[in-house]
């Protein structure tokens, strides 16, 4: 509730209050741990205690808390965050809750994410932006390896102070002995993880000790509460200290006379008169004007959303990053980073993903994880690929260089998000670490004999015919007989069939999601290489993932590329079985066979697609020769 003094400031002068809220400092922070833990009935009781639940919002709680609540009808707070009716039904958070709220003292933003490991990813959203981390621990349960997991995502998403809060102390008789050996567990895997800054308060949410005001329960307890704690733990202004960092978001062109960069300002400072660098081009300039909606400013720091005017007319867009010019972030296509996998599907290496980086979107493929981590014992494991909610390191290349720091550094030039090409879902989380030195080592060489020059020799111009089915279908058939036909045409060409390719080239790979995405990979760059060369290439890959076929056709320029679907019917291919591979699969005498219990996703808009249920190898081959000449007459 208000004090008598603050009551009397609203009465009499309210612009004065309202100014005097307006700078006050802002804290957000997070609570997370396992499922159930009570950080939901924490932050209800946190509003209820500070007479920040309006009487409409108090009167719902009582009629829902009889209805729906799980604490015998008593209030059940956390009825007051868990807005889901899904989350109603189970009694656990699902989705990320914010609320703001403020005190005399301070303003703040809580985020309460979920505990359940299904909504890991959810926990890193709320993660991304918070100054203080809340982390229950149920008293009866001890350390989890949830309450592990989210420590480790604290500690490495950058969150330095840390509460541990020792939740339901009630249903443990305010055991000052529960307490400490729940304290000296977390602060041995702490220690361990890089979290020194830690506060342990013991609390019971439902009974509302320590929350505001110190328990006589807990009379062994000598530290802050929870409301003390956050009302006075400093908030750092690190980034204002920081080089001079803003990811443009916006081209602000609203006439002729003016043109200026829009975006929000994620490091240091700047002021007219200071000299930048846009990167990636490395172009330099000096500001003129810091543009915003209540006029011009003198000085513009981390957190403000401000339009730059500079004194050049210099080329930049969405994306390009501005930066202090005697002190730019660095440049590079190669990375090593953090991956947190936040989808069902795992992650498979050398498929092609989008990484967002501040405004900048750019194509991606994730190598081979070095390592995953154990939650439990933080050991660094072997991995070829990575589950939904594991952690693990691995380098990562882009389709174009992009300006960074160090997400030890600037979370916000450090910090991406990587999504999946074809549905747009948000399927991980990476921290940059570093710029791999061969990214900065290693440059296209310019070369005088170019592609244009080894098509010129030829009778045709280069192409890919990727030919894609099932095992079965006709593919290497129809494609033997394409490339007779267009070498007695005097045609350069050359076939890559899947299984020969497999006695050299790809034999070290295996049937696996993740070895059929780097067969492909490998396929695509070597079908790259032939074009370059001026050939016609045929590709005969069975290619059942629809990202892997787009990345080949991505490999190549606009026109170059002709998928031809061999599209013959899972049973007329497997009453064909030349090699009894369908056989075996049936039997389960061979794993991860394609159309029996591995997918295959047939192409969408293929340019040729031809059934040979219904017609001849040599039918077949002619559709294909028509769509490579109708290309060919385009050119």
């Not at 889901?84 to 301070?106: H, K, M, N, P």
């Amino acid at each position: 509730m208000a004090s008598t003094a603050t009551q009397d400031l609203i009465a009499e002068n309210i612009d004065e209050y309202l100014t005097q809220h307006q700078h006050k400092s802002l804290l957000r922070f997070i609570t997370c741990g396992s499922v159930d833990d009570g950080k939901s009935t924490l932050i209800g009781r946190l509003l209820y205690e500070t007479h920040l639940v309006f009487e409409d919002h108090l009167a719902a709680l009582e009629a829902d808390s009889a209805k729906v609540g799980t604490q015998g009808g008593d209030l059940d707070f956390a009825l007051l965050l868990d807005g889901l009716s899904a989350e109603r039904e189970q009694g656990i958070t699902i989705d990320v809750a914010y609320r703001f709220f403020t005190t005399e003292r301070r303003k703040f933003i809580v985020a309460d994410t979920p505990g359940h490991e299904q909504y890991t990813r959810n926990m890193v959203t709320g993660a991304s932006t918070a100054d203080v981390a809340i982390i229950l621990v149920d008293a009866r349960k001890g350390v989890l390896t949830q309450t592990r997991r989210h420590s480790y995502l604290v500690s490495l998403l950058g969150i330095e102070r840390v509460v541990v809060a020792i939740n339901k102390m009630d249903l443990m008789d305010y055991s000052h002995e529960v307490f400490s050996s729940i304290e000296d567990e977390y602060t041995d895997f702490a220690e361990r993880i890089g979290l020194h800054d830690i506060t342990f308060i013991p609390l019971s949410a439902l009974k509302g000790d320590n929350i505001v005001e110190p328990s006589a329960n807990t009379p062994w307890y000598h530290g802050p509460t929870l409301l003390g704690f956050l009302e006075t733990v400093p908030v750092d202004d690190d980034l204002a200290e920081q080089p001079f960092r803003m990811p443009v978001q916006w081209v602000n062109r609203p006439n002729l006379d003016f043109r200026g960069f829009s975006g929000r300002i994620v490091g240091g400072s700047v002021k007219p008169g200071d000299a930048i660098r846009v990167l990636p081009s490395g172009t330099t300039s000096t500001v003129d004007r810091i543009v915003t909606m209540d006029g011009d400013l003198d000085e513009a720091i981390a957190g403000q959303s401000v339009t730059i005017t500079l004194t050049d007319e210099i080329d930049a867009s969405r994306g390009d990053l501005l930066c202090a010019a005697d002190d730019p972030a660095e440049v590079a296509d190669q990375f090593e980073a953090h991956i947190v996998w936040m989808h069902e599907d795992a992650m498979l290496p050398g498929r092609p993903y989008l990484v967002k980086i501040g405004a900048r979107t750019v194509g991606a493929t994730i190598a081979q994880p070095k390592f995953r981590v154990d939650i439990n014992n933080l050991e660094h494991l072997a991995a070829n690929t990575l589950e939904l909610n594991e952690i693990g390191v691995c380098n990562i290349s882009l389709d174009r260089a992009i300006p960074f720091d160090p997400y030890d550094v600037n979370r916000d030039t450090g910090g991406f998000i990587v999504i999946d090409k074809l549905t747009n879902v948000t399927v991980g989380a990476g921290l940059l670490h570093f710029a791999l030195r061969r990214s900065h080592n290693i440059h296209w060489q310019d070369v005088k004999v170019d592609k244009a020059a080894r098509a010129g020799l030829n009778t045709n111009q280069p192409a890919v015919l990727w030919f894609t089915g099932l095992s079965g279908s006709g593919k290497s058939t129809i494609a033997d007989i394409v490339e007779s036909k267009l070498h007695a045409r005097g045609v350069r060409t050359y076939l890559l069939d899947g299984d020969n390719v497999r006695h050299g080239l790809n034999r070290d790979l295996g049937f696996t999601d993740a070895d059929r995405v780097e067969n492909i990979r490998r396929i695509a760059e070597v079908a790259a290489l032939m074009v370059d060369a001026g050939l016609v290439v045929l590709v005969s890959f069975i290619s059942p993932f629809r990202a892997e076929r787009r990345l080949a056709r991505d490999a190549v320029e606009d026109g170059e590329f002709i998928e031809v679907y061999v599209d013959t019917p899972l049973a007329v291919a497997e009453l064909r079985d030349p090699k009894g591979l369908y056989a075996k699969a049936r039997r389960g005498e061979l794993a991860n066979f394609t159309g029996i219990d591995s997918p295959y996703e047939p192409p969408e808009a293929a340019e040729v697609r031809v059934d040979t249920s219904t017609m001849s190898a040599e039918e077949a081959a002619d559709e294909v020769l028509r769509a490579l000449e109708s290309r060919a007459g385009r050119q």
